[in-house]
């Protein structure tokens, strides 16, 4: 394809991406349905929106001094192939143009353009993170890598990452989870045989830490009160070796309907997903007290994941944040009613805001006495998490992109009395 052709489309898909009516990732599902592109095309349309996306901040500061069409100076400066093929697009104007833009230095620039985050997010995370907050700037404005879970019923780690090598797909284990593997390129998975027969299923290593710390156990109950597309629940099922029973509850059909083709790859055959109206529906009624390990994965910012999802950070704002934490709240006391005497919940969010974490737990502790915090770190450790105590701040398990190269997960554990 020409590379002004590319470049158009890529201005074309940012005008509609940058309304921010609805998630990033659907709306490049869509404008890649309806236009015919080749794979490495879309790679290079993809990897731009999502490098302005990150950069907004800046990139816009230095359109403004530009002309023409302010989407397309978005897409030059984001434009996610080598500078001379983007030359090949290119008139004489915006070529001296951006000369200048690679001429201003860093060092130059106001904060705003440096971080790229809306201000209402900067000054929470630099009161938690102090001097933290600029290597965690750098970690969430870089693309995320790729990385996968063993399904252990299936498999060994160590196999499957032979197996991989034979098919010239490079991975190393991952450092904390056992189940783990880090892929070392993006490569397509579908066609590879360990993916076709649920082996393998793609899951960053922090999602996977979160499955590890409820501890599932053979012949137990298991609730999964949150499960979405299943992610942690494929997890839990085979940490129970496929006995017992795991509920994967979701108020969303849709989400639920996505787990189905991963379940049957899996080879679990204890799960059993339910749809549920509301976090208070009266299937959970029945099940008060007779659960032994509750997750409740909770809906969140997803600002932990602005690697892969940076739109979140100009789509959210304090008020959609405020009402994150008012529905954090009910769905995790409500949860907690399905726990036994003796039986674990755990909360997690992959948010790096204190409000939808650590102040989450904190008033669901002082409301609930009979709900003892457990410290996360001696409870990794003890199903062979290495360096459990670099993973964890106080109690919670807290994981950070620039620390952990996970995605920034939050998790917090009870017993009940
Ligand atoms: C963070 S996602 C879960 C991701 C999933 N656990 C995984 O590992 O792939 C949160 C999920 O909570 C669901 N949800 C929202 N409100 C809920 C409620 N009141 N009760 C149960 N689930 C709810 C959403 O539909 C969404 O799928």
Request: glycine share 6%.
């Amino acid at each position: 394809m020409h590379p002004n052709a590319l470049l158009d489309c890529c201005t074309e898909l940012l005008k509609q991406v940058l309304k921010f009516d609805h998630p990033a990732d659907m709306v490049v599902s869509r404008y890649f349905r309806e236009m015919r592109l080749g794979p490495r095309e879309r790679a290079t349309v993809a990897e731009t929106i999502y490098g302005v996306l990150r950069k907004k901040n800046l990139y816009t500061y230095l359109a403004q001094h530009g002309s023409g069409v302010p989407e397309r100076r978005l897409a030059i400066l984001g434009f996610a192939a080598p500078r001379d093929f983007l030359y090949g697009a290119l008139t004489e104007q915006e070529e001296d143009w951006l000369s200048r833009c690679d001429q201003v230095k860093p060092a130059d620039l106001m904060e705003l353009h440096r971080h790229n985050l809306p201000q209402w997010l900067v000054e929470p995370l630099k009161s938690q993170l102090g001097e933290d907050f600029w290597p965690l700037v750098e970690s969430l404005n870089a693309p995320a890598g790729l990385d996968l879970r063993v399904n252990t019923l299936k498999d060994k780690r160590a196999e499957v990452q032979k197996e991989l090598a034979k098919a010239g797909i490079k991975t190393v284990a991952t450092p904390y989870s056992p189940w783990g593997l880090r892929l070392a390129d993006k490569p397509q998975l579908a066609n590879v045989d360990a993916f076709k027969r649920g082996a393998i299923e793609v899951q960053d290593e922090g999602s996977q830490l979160l499955a590890l710390l409820v501890d599932a156990k053979r012949g137990e109950m298991v609730v999964d009160f949150c499960a979405g597309a299943g992610g942690k629940t494929l997890a839990l099922g085979a940490s129970m070796r496929t006995t017992g029973r795991l509920y994967a509850f979701d108020t969303s059909a849709h989400r639920l309907a996505a787990l189905k083709p991963r379940l049957a790859r899996s080879g679990l055959s204890n799960v059993h997903p339910v749809a549920i109206a509301h976090e208070r529906d009266d299937r959970i009624k029945r099940l008060a007290g007779k659960i032994d390990r509750v997750l409740v994965d909770a809906p969140c910012s997803g600002l932990g994941t602005l690697r892969r999802n940076p739109d979140l950070k100009w789509r959210h704002n304090p008020k959609a944040i405020e009402e994150l934490t008012a529905k954090q709240t009910a769905i995790l006391q409500s949860a907690a009613r399905l726990v036994k005497p003796g039986g674990r919940l755990v909360y997690a969010t992959c948010s790096i805001l204190r409000e939808e974490n650590e102040a989450i737990a904190e008033a669901f502790s002082a409301a609930n006495p009979d709900f003892q915090v457990v410290e996360a770190a001696p409870l990794l450790t003890h199903i062979g998490v290495e360096h459990a105590d670099k993973l964890c701040r106080g109690p919670y398990l807290r994981l950070w992109p620039y620390l952990h190269q996970t995605d920034g997960f939050f998790a917090a554990v009870w017993q009940k009395a």
